[in-house]
């Protein structure tokens, strides 16, 4: 088990002025802090870290931490230190204990979690945005998507695969489908699917402003294509191949490799795109002619109408024109002629869409057959919607047939 136990063989001893205690002395010495756990709850033979002493973890300076308020310290009479260095890096899902980078990144991701769940602002109405995205931090998708469905799926998140994702099958496999179990949405898996949110592979190395190599997540590349297709299109058109997935903010990509923590460059070979296609990773891959490129449009959701990106798009988009449009006839009399208005409005929303390439048909209803007596009686006015996305085409078939002279 992994847990504070203690910092010296004594009560005495001051966490910052005194001489650290050496570890040989805490050998001899049956001392424990009063936060120390009970040994008698563990089965004997257990092996416990000293997370207090251990090195390579987070800690913070607690003052007035040992007092009465916080502990029985009936068998603590001779205790004249208060204060304490408490370990704030937390434990894995499978109660190992959180080391080095792992341990920093516990607390950051940790943190980034409270400010996702807590910021009422994020919440308000008044505030639109349609992407959402912590870059290098996979940890959050789970609370990106809680977020998201917050605010009526109105958004979509663009998400990243761990940079240290190495390019095999079996390793992208075994993230892609959380292999590890641990059910943490991070280096151990992906433990979260969503109809509004995509992964992409693999990372991007830049340069920051000094001119500095660096390496940045496959979100730092994707927000900007994605804006860039906006730019030059509408949302429900894939920001995906040479037309509109061109990337242009990265020099390489790639992954760092964990053995070494280098960057190691790759162009995502055709068989590893294959691999993260039918586990629903978005590829970024280097074409020639045309440079990196994001060659993948699947959302994480499977068997579903809403398992490619620009369909996913589309919704959030018409939710967020139907918002707009409904808000206009709140309050008006539930009468024909404001459902005749409110399905005039829609139909040109959506004509719109039709003309721009992004529905095949759609039918609008908004009348005496879904607004019973009953319905009007309860203030409700309604309108029922069916759409047919257009799709993209993500496999191109062209046979060629090799004929005899003076055949064709």
Do not use: C
Request: glycine share 8%; aromatic share 8%.
């Amino acid at each position: 088990m992994f847990a504070d136990a203690r910092w010296a063989i004594n009560g005495t001893t001051d966490v910052i002025v005194d001489d650290y205690p050496l570890i040989t002395d805490l050998l001899n010495s049956n001392y424990l802090d009063p936060d120390a756990p009970d040994s008698t709850l563990y089965p004997d033979g257990m092996i416990m870290w000293n997370m207090r002493r251990g090195g390579s973890t987070v800690k913070e300076y607690r003052v007035n931490y040992f007092v009465p308020d916080n502990f029985d310290l009936t068998n603590f009479t001779g205790l004249t230190e208060k204060n304490a260095w408490v370990t704030v890096s937390g434990l894995k899902e499978n109660g190992a204990g959180q080391f080095g980078r792992h341990a920093q990144r516990a607390l950051i991701v940790k943190a980034m979690k409270v400010a996702i769940e807590t910021n009422a602002e994020l919440r308000e109405e008044q505030r639109v945005f349609t992407l959402i995205a912590a870059p290098g931090y996979p940890e959050l998708l789970a609370k990106m998507v809680a977020l998201n469905n917050e605010r009526s799926n109105t958004a979509f998140i663009v998400g990243d695969t761990p940079l240290r994702l190495e390019n095999t099958g079996t390793a992208i496999t075994e993230w892609a489908t959380n292999g590890g179990g641990f059910g943490v949405s991070a280096g151990d898996g992906l433990a979260v699917n969503d109809e509004y949110m995509s992964v992409f592979y693999p990372s991007g190395r830049t340069t920051d402003l000094t001119g500095t190599s660096i390496v940045m997540p496959a979100s730092f590349m994707m927000l900007r294509t994605i804006i860039h297709s906006d730019e030059q299109s509408y949302p429900w058109l894939a920001p995906a191949g040479i037309r509109r997935g061109g990337i242009d903010n990265v020099n390489a990509i790639g992954y760092i490799d964990a053995s070494s923590g280098e960057f190691k460059q790759i162009l995502t070979r055709n068989a590893i795109r294959d691999v993260l296609y039918s586990n629903n990773v978005n590829p970024i891959t280097f074409i020639p002619g045309s440079g990196i490129t994001n060659y993948g449009n699947k959302t994480t959701a499977r068997n579903s109408a809403l398992d490619r990106i620009n369909v996913a798009r589309l919704i959030a988009y018409i939710r967020v024109q139907l918002d707009a449009i409904g808000k206009l006839y709140v309050f008006e009399p539930n009468d024909e002629i404001t459902r005749s208005e409110l399905r005039a409005q829609v139909e040109r929303m959506l004509n719109n869409i039709v003309s721009k390439r992004g529905l095949y048909a759609y039918t609008v209803v908004a009348d005496a057959t879904n607004n019973t007596p009953a319905r009007i009686d309860r203030n409700e006015l309604h309108l029922d919607l069916a759409i047919e996305p257009a799709k993209a085409s993500e496999f191109i078939f062209i046979p060629l047939r090799i004929l005899n002279s003076g055949e064709i």
